[in-house]
């Protein structure tokens, strides 16, 4: 059975932090890329920026809904899903659009296992780490379909 390491990229390009929006759109267009896993100033993985963060900037932000009972104002969604829309909407760099809700896997996971975490998770990317959580490849949807066409 095919394992993380039979199917996964290596040498991958990686985004630091302060990176613009700018520049990663660049990346992303020149190397035929959807996403990129982020490091930090140590080159720790902390998040993997997508597309889709960078297309979420440009959609119309959705102001929470208040109910008005006599003189209080009651939230009924969390204003804290509203502060991060609004950060990544107005978002320059790559840390203020980044995901930071990591799902890792490791050189050993085989590939139905790689499936099921992308289908059930909704992820299209899936950085692959060592024992010490250190990069060391990663996986997208066209790498798991490489490996399912033999």
Do not use: W, Y
Not at 16 to 35: C, H, K, W, Y
Not at 81 to 103: H, M, N, P, Q
Not at 112 to 124: D, F, L, P, Q, R
Not at 131 to 139: E, T, W
């Amino acid at each position: 059975m095919l394992k993380a390491k039979d199917i996964m990229r290596t040498g991958i390009p990686t985004a630091p932090t302060d990176m613009t929006v700018e520049a990663l759109g660049r990346i992303f267009i020149e190397q035929n890329i959807s996403g990129l896993p982020v490091l930090d100033g140590d080159g720790k993985l902390i998040g993997m920026v997508t597309e889709n963060d960078l297309i979420s900037q440009n959609k119309q932000l959705h102001i929470p809904t208040v109910l008005r009972l006599f003189d209080a104002v009651i939230p009924l969604e969390s204003a804290s899903s509203f502060e991060r829309e609004l950060k990544k909407a107005a978002g320059r760099t790559v840390d203020d659009i980044c995901t930071r809700e990591l799902i890792t896997i490791r050189e050993d996971a085989t590939l139905e296992e790689i499936a099921t975490i992308m289908s059930e998770k909704g992820t299209h990317h899936l950085p692959v780490v060592d024992a010490d959580g250190s990069l060391v490849g990663l996986i997208n949807q066209h790498d798991v379909i490489r490996g399912i066409s033999g």
